[in-house]
Nanobody, 125 residues
């Protein structure tokens, strides 16, 4: 099974940018479709972006569309989430998750088999 580790979180001012990384080990990451999720205090985990194994498909939640970009480098077993124009409401713990199956429903946490531990993103002035 794959192990996932996120990094790249931190404190940023509104309007700033961050790039998160999700590194997979144990099994090549190109065997998995990858989702990015986030969870703010007191809220449910929200699916925000998705990349199919080959990167042919990329999906985004409306809340981040046009501001966030998902990409992957399978040779480095890494999936990235470039976040721009960050807002206060983007503050959350960000997780990457992996699944082998395909499907139209990409934003539900129960559709994923493996999870990283998360990285904190705080947007504050």
């Amino acid at each position: 099974q794959v192990q996932l580790v996120e990094s790249g979180g931190g404190l940023v001012q509104p309007g700033g940018s961050l790039r998160l990384s999700c590194v997979g080990s144990g099994v090549p990451l190109d065997a998995y479709n990858i989702g990015w999720f986030r969870q703010a205090p007191g809220k449910e985990r929200e699916g925000i972006s998705y990349s199919s194994k080959s990167a042919a498909t990329a999906n985004y939640a409306d809340s981040v569309k046009g501001r966030f970009t998902i990409s992957r480098d399978n040779a480095k077993s890494t999936v990235y989430l470039q976040m721009m124009s960050l807002k206060l409401e983007d503050t959350a713990v960000y997780f990457c998750a992996a699944r082998t199956k395909f499907g139209r429903i990409w934003s539900r946490p129960d559709q994923y088999d493996y999870w990283g531990q998360g990285t904190q993103v705080t947007v504050s002035s």
